[in-house]
Each structure stands twice: as structure tokens, then as C-alpha cells.
């Protein structure tokens, strides 16, 4: 896989972790299928994105086969609690 850059809300970069974001979809509720659906969705569009692009991604794609984990995922990694 190509390494991907990501820049975070700050403004630094770091490189794509794919580990990381199948564990929040999963941590969501989402299936690892399912997970790995998204994951690879994302994946396609990929190449310099921001964090908060890829959360909307995320949730994009897990909405359509898990809406449970996708509120659950929009209201911890999506919604700002403040």
C-alpha cells in the first residue's frame, strides 16, 4: 500500500495508520468485514486527506452497512462534545 499522509486538526502530519482506523470502526460496533469494507472504500479515495476527511469517510461508508456503529462512531469521533 502506498503511504498516505494525513493532516491532523493542528496541522501536523503523520502517516496513515490502516491499523488504527479498522480498531475505531470496530471499536463502533462495526463487523472486521465491515470495518474492512469501509477501510478499503477510504482506501480508493486516499492520497493527502485531512483526519476530519477521513472521519466523514468513515462514517459515510459504515453508515450504509452498519447505522448503529455509525451514530456511535459520529457521536465519539465525529460530534465535538463542547
Do not use: C, Q, W
Amino acid at each position: 500500500m502506498t503511504n498516505y499522509i494525513v493532516i491532523k486538526k493542528d496541522g501536523t502530519e503523520e502517516e496513515f495508520n490502516l491499523d488504527k482506523i479498522l480498531d475505531v470502526i470496530k471499536a463502533a460496533g462495526a463487523s472486521e468485514i465491515a470495518a474492512e469494507i469501509v477501510v478499503n472504500k477510504i482506501i480508493e479515495r486516499l492520497f493527502k486527506v485531512r483526519s476530519s476527511k477521513i472521519r466523514r469517510l468513515v462514517y459515510k461508508f459504515l453508515k450504509k452497512i452498519n447505522k448503529k456503529a455509525a451514530n456511535n462512531y459520529r457521536k465519539h469521533y465525529i460530534e465535538d462534545p463542547y
